[in-house]
T-cell receptor, first 111, second 113 residues
Framework: GQQLNQSPQSMFIQEGEDVSMNCTSSSIFNTWLWYKQEPGEGPVLLIALYKAGELTSNGRLTAQFGITRKDSFLNISASIPSDVGIYFCAGFTGANSKLTFGKGITLSVRP | DAGVTQSPTHLIKTRGQHVTLRCSPISGHKSVSWYQQVLGQGPQFIFQYYEKEERGRGNFPDRFSARQFPNYSSELNVNALLLGDSALYLC????????????FGSGTRLTVV
């Protein structure tokens, strides 16, 4: 099935560093979402974006909805050990009522 | 308030068998969606139900079916299990639009041997 493009597969950063993740698609989405998943759990919504160009923050997290509606990025500032996990982007069009996910980026934070 | 609850948490089945997975949405949520997450991949959409009617279906074979009950809980059924059906099956509930309202359960880990 279609998936959004997220790379690299894994990222390793030092505690206190900022990190940026990008997500791209060949298709347009009306809504972009960023989720975090930890072992043994389902994805947890971090940020939802509903309008092209929108920039939204949630604590140390900032995400933007690309103007072309085909991409989004997530920034995490001043990383801490509990930021470890898998970060997924997801797009939603309303058609078929489905979320389309990327493959995810596994983030590791070194103390 | 309880979140989305799924049962069982883990399950081991043999090829060819049938499995039923269960999901209870957040109280007041009328929409339930099912996703399959294979190891190392993002979740893939299987079904969405709203008010007991199927509103969306992903690219999965007819061996996969689902239903939603009057209390808005849902079951996902998979017949004639294949090894490739081994995955984490996630249920998400929503009270309606916008799309950011989807809350996921912790999933059922299905292993087919």
């Amino acid at each position: 099935g279609q998936q959004l493009n997220q790379s690299p597969q894994s990222m390793f950063i030092q505690e206190g560093e900022d990190v940026s993740m990008n997500c791209t698609s060949s298709s347009i989405f009306n809504t972009w979402l960023w989720y975090k998943q930890e072992p043994g759990e389902g994805p947890v919504l971090l940020i939802a974006l509903y309008k092209a160009g929108e920039l939204t923050s949630n604590g140390r997290l900032t995400a933007q909805f690309g103007i072309t509606r085909k991409d989004s990025f997530l920034n995490i500032s001043a990383s801490i050990p509990s930021d470890v996990g898998i970060y997924f982007c997801a797009g939603f069009t309303g058609a078929n009522s489905k979320l389309t996910f990327g493959k995810g980026i596994t983030l590791s934070v070194r103390p | 308030d309880a979140g989305v609850t799924q049962s069982p948490t883990h399950l081991i089945k043999t090829r060819g068998q049938h499995v039923t997975l269960r999901c209870s949405p957040i109280s007041g949520h009328k929409s339930v969606s099912w996703y399959q997450q294979v190891l190392g991949q993002g979740p893939q959409f299987i079904f969405q139900y709203y008010e007991k009617e199927e509103r969306g279906r992903g690219n999965f074979p007819d061996r996969f079916s689902a239903r939603q009950f009057p209390n808005y809980s849902s079951e996902l059924n998979v017949n004639a299990l294949l090894l490739g059906d081994s995955a984490l099956y996630l249920c998400a509930s929503s009270g309606g639009q916008p799309a950011g309202g989807y809350t996921f359960g912790s999933g059922t880990r299905l292993t087919v041997v």
